[in-house]
């Protein structure tokens, strides 16, 4: 697991004897928001909020929530954060997407640890439980040295540099030797602009810019009124500002569940001969064997998974390559282990959309956290399609085809194996445990996969999916979207 390091110092210390210095851009400011004085902060507003790493087609942004409610509490002292968000999906016109429903993310982050906070799967109703997002610690932390009087704070404690320029004063500092943050301080002694860069497993290197504006005094704080953040190049947070509230309790202790989080392990089913399931946490994978290599398919969420997966590989069809990686679309979480295939040699195989979008992410800077890739400089090898490709060692034929007119993705495939008739998916259809009921409401998703099955003339038996707990059956599937019939 990797571990981040993030100004923890005393700032009062740090501030002393700022008011000899207030000709200093930065200490003027630092007295205009009178940071000395702040160990916490809470505000709240409504507006909109977008899905990082989660575009519908590989040249769009980042789908976009109406927000109701955004509250973020900070602890700058720990330091700690609470973020709680009341959102909605927007619709989006001439894309069909499930019924938008309501959701109440519940974040936080504490030092080196991040867990959300939300009733388990199978009791919606039921008590809060805490999940570990160890992948959120840096983002979150970010966030924390992106508010405007958080900004501040690590400046001084940093020993930041000050330079002139036509916006302003760029104000610079290194947070633990590798986080480097860059703000804009205007004449009003406001900061307008904090820019930071983040690790990601599919951008390296992530700019993360947040701009405030239209500053106002929030009982006594001085505080923008407008927020607006962007990361990766696309916006991720439009924030009216109605509420602020000064050192506020933020205490926020970190449960032992999240202390002693350990990524699952994975586990290895067998769904034919030579077919295996490799599952263990919320994303899985499927190794198919060859006569001479190993396909698999899916690479999901980073490297440390993808390691896992790989190392697994190698323990069950030992002595063979893994040739082929099989990518079914470009969202973030099933497509963060890709760039640890092309390491070792594998060809990934994905959709033509895919790989221009690829070929730039891949191409950015990583310094914060080189993975091996990184390292070894291989180049990327792509086979790609526009319907349908075929992967066949003479013996066993693997089929690849295009998901087409589904919501989720434009650039989107399932898996498909005819001799053993499974069909290897994600996304498209996600299965319940088997005592939980399907959802009240039809998934459109789903609806146009199995419209997808019956088009391509697909002989289904068992569903893989990529995630859920269980595989299943085209008769699950079929029940899943309200057809109870026994015609296939």
Not at 137 to 146: D, F, P, Q
Not at 320 to 344: C, E, M, W
Not at 448 to 475: F, M, S
Request: hydrophobic letters at 40%; one cysteine or more; a neutral charge.
């Amino acid at each position: 697991m990797r571990k981040f390091l993030f100004p923890v110092v005393g700032f009062a210390v740090a501030l002393t004897g700022c008011a000899s210095l207030q000709q200093q851009p930065l200490q003027s400011a630092a007295a205009a928001l009178d940071i000395a004085k702040i160990k916490s902060i809470e505000f709240s507003g409504t507006g909109r909020w977008f899905q990082f790493g989660q575009a519908p087609n590989p040249s769009s942004p980042w789908p976009q929530f109406d927000v109701s409610r955004y509250t973020a509490d900070i602890n700058y002292e720990i330091p700690s954060a609470r973020v709680q968000i009341i959102r909605k999906q927007t619709i989006e016109a001439g894309r069909l997407r499930p019924a938008p429903v309501e959701q109440k993310p519940d974040q936080y982050v504490n030092g080196l640890y991040a867990w959300n906070l939300a009733p388990p799967a199978n009791a919606p109703h039921g008590v809060p439980v805490a999940t570990a997002q160890p992948a959120a610690v840096e983002e979150r932390a970010a966030e924390i040295w992106a508010t405007p009087q958080g900004f501040l704070k690590a400046a001084v404690a940093n020993q930041a540099t000050s330079q002139a320029t036509n916006e302003g004063t760029e104000v610079a500092f290194t947070v633990g030797g590798k986080y480097h943050y860059v703000g804009t301080i205007n004449g009003k002694n406001q900061v307008e602009r904090v820019q930071t860069w983040i690790d990601n497993p599919i951008l390296g290197d992530t700019l993360v810019e947040t701009r405030f504006s239209s500053y106002q005094d929030f009982g006594g704080v001085q505080f923008p009124s407008h927020i607006e953040r962007s990361q990766g190049g696309y916006p991720v947070l439009d924030l009216h500002v109605a509420d602020v509230k000064l050192n506020p309790t933020v205490a926020l202790s970190v449960p032992s569940a999240v202390k002693n989080f350990k990524a699952p392990p994975v586990k290895v089913s067998l769904l034919a001969d030579g077919v295996f399931y490799l599952t263990g946490g919320t994303h899985h994978s499927v190794a198919i064997e060859q006569q001479d290599h190993v396909v698999v398919v899916e690479a999901p969420l980073n490297e440390e998974r993808s390691l896992a997966v790989i190392a697994k590989i190698k323990d069950i069809i030992p002595n063979k390559p893994i040739k082929y990686l099989v990518n079914t679309h470009a969202h973030f979480d099933h497509s963060g282990g890709l760039r640890t295939y092309v390491d070792q040699g594998a060809t990934i195989v994905t959709a033509q959309q895919n790989q221009p979008y690829y070929a730039q992410a891949w191409a950015g800077a990583r310094t914060i956290n080189p993975d091996r890739l990184a390292r070894s400089s291989k180049a990327a090898n792509f086979e790609t399609f526009l319907d349908k490709q075929v992967l066949s060692d003479g013996k066993r034929s693997i089929e690849i085809h295009a998901i087409a007119g589904n919501g989720h993705n434009d650039a989107f495939a399932l898996v498909y194996l005819p001799a053993e008739k499974i069909l290897i998916e994600a996304d498209a259809y996600t299965p319940t445990a088997a005592n939980v009921p399907p959802p009240a409401s039809v998934n459109p998703y789903t609806v146009n996969l199995y419209e997808n099955i019956q088009k391509l003339g697909l002989d289904v038996d068992k569903i893989a999916g990529l995630h859920g707990p269980r595989v299943v059956t085209l008769a699950d599937l079929r029940a899943a979207i309200g057809l109870t019939s026994v015609s296939r």
